[in-house]
């Protein structure tokens, strides 16, 4: 378990959000999944909701209409910096593109929608009041993002030149291109999977749980689906979609299990 109080250093994944065309039943659904509450905010951009655990502020969710979602959908990650228009400059020129320019979200930080080379969306963050998530590596909580995209080579380049991340093998996982991406301090902050059967480039999102068999059955019985819980190196893992297509996972590691 981690509680985050202060803004993480640059490129960690700090803050999730999901759009969605029906909020009350997402909020019904992940309230089902993961035990959630939610406190309501707006901003100029529109309203939107935090969902908290334990009061703690864990994630966002934000109304879209059905046409903003239609096809792949996913929860969409934020990485920490302190300066949000440095980085996004900084992404600009290596490679990237500012899809939504540098703004405030009332009080709690500033934000920017980016993409890397390989269109792999994510977004900066910049907290005031907000440092991101403020429980991680906990049940119910985020405990990893990992990009998966057709050609690793440009996202790889693209995210040590920007964010001074080194690259590391993965001994565990020998017959897949996979590379942890660390901090300059050796922190991992999660890793490039090279698929080449990806359709689109994206930043997967993988949330702990207690017990992935029963969260399998809780999502299932709240409407969502899931695929067949395996063992994977790091501990038992399940892909998860909510009622709207969004598509996540969940591993219960061994410390998690007890």
């Known amino acids: 378990m981690s509680k985050i109080s202060t803004n993480q250093p640059l ?29 309501e905010r707006s901003a ?15 994630a966002a969710l934000r109304p879209v209409s ?9 929860w969409h990650v934020h990485v920490a910096t302190d300066d ?8 600009a020129v290596s490679g990237g593109r500012v899809l939504v320019p540098p703004a405030d979200v009332a009080d709690l930080g ?13 977004s900066l963050w910049q907290g005031r009041t907000l440092p991101g998530c403020e429980l991680v590596n906990e049940p119910c909580a985020l405990v990893r993002n990992d990009l998966a995209c057709p050609d690793p080579g440009p996202a ?11 690259l590391d093998g993965n001994d565990d ?9 660390r901090r300059p301090d050796g922190h991992e ?14 930043w997967q999102t993988v949330f702990e749980v207690a017990d992935t068999d029963e969260l399998v059955s809780r999502a299932l019985a709240a409407g969502g689906t899931a695929g067949t819980p395996e063992d994977a190196p790091y501990g038992r893992m399940a892909p998860i979609t909510d009622p709207f297509g969004t598509a996540f996972s969940v591993i219960t590691r061994p410390s998690a299990a007890g």
Do not use: H, N
């Open 156 to 166: 790889r380049r693209f995210y040590a030149t920007v964010f001074d991340f080194t």
């Open 110 to 122: 500033r934000t920017a929608v980016v993409a890397d080379p390989t269109g792999a969306r994510f």
């Open 189 to 202: 902050i999660g890793g490039v999977f090279g698929d080449p059967t990806a359709t689109a480039s994206r």
């Open 66 to 74: 059905a046409a903003d979602v239609e096809g792949e959908s996913w």
């Open 11 to 39: 490129g960690t994944p700090t803050w999730i959000e999901l759009g969605v065309p029906d909020l009350d039943r997402a909020k019904d659904f992940y309230r089902a999944l993961f035990g959630w509450e939610y406190e």
């Open 44 to 58: 100029a951009t529109g309203p939107f909701t935090l969902c908290l655990m334990r009061g703690r502020r864990v």
């Open 173 to 181: 996982l020998p017959d897949f291109d996979f590379t942890f991406l």
């Open 84 to 91: 949000c228009d440095g980085t996004a400059k900084q992404i």
